[in-house]
């Protein structure tokens, strides 16, 4: 090996540049220091937490969620509720409005 081409690997090992060689920059940290750990999980809401979204009686959301009456998720023993779930919730207790059923005409006389 001649002594440039030596000069030229002993820069290289260095992480010199050699004229005209361009190396990719390395990957830009994210601005909040996290790593890139793959999708973000859902956020869960804590039955308090879900009542007060919904303006209901959290004893009345724990009641139907053990009832199974509404949409929920167990992490292990803990009641949660995804947004998914509180959607579903508002979605299903939709109701149209109550209308008069048969009653007779109103009578003029």
Known sequence: ????????????KRGDKKD??????APASSSTGERDAGPVPPEVY?????????????SWLRKK???RAVPCTFLGKHLRFSAEDLHRIVREATRD???SRGAPPHRTE
Do not use: C, F, I
């Open 46 to 58: 804590t039955p308090a937490e879900a009542a007060e979204l919904l303006k209901v009686p959290e």
């Open 97 to 99: 409005p109550v209308t």
């Open 1 to 12: 090996m001649t002594r440039k081409q030596e000069n030229n690997a002993d820069q290289l």
């Open 65 to 67: 969620a053990a009832q």
């Open 20 to 25: 005209g060689d361009t190396y990719p920059a």
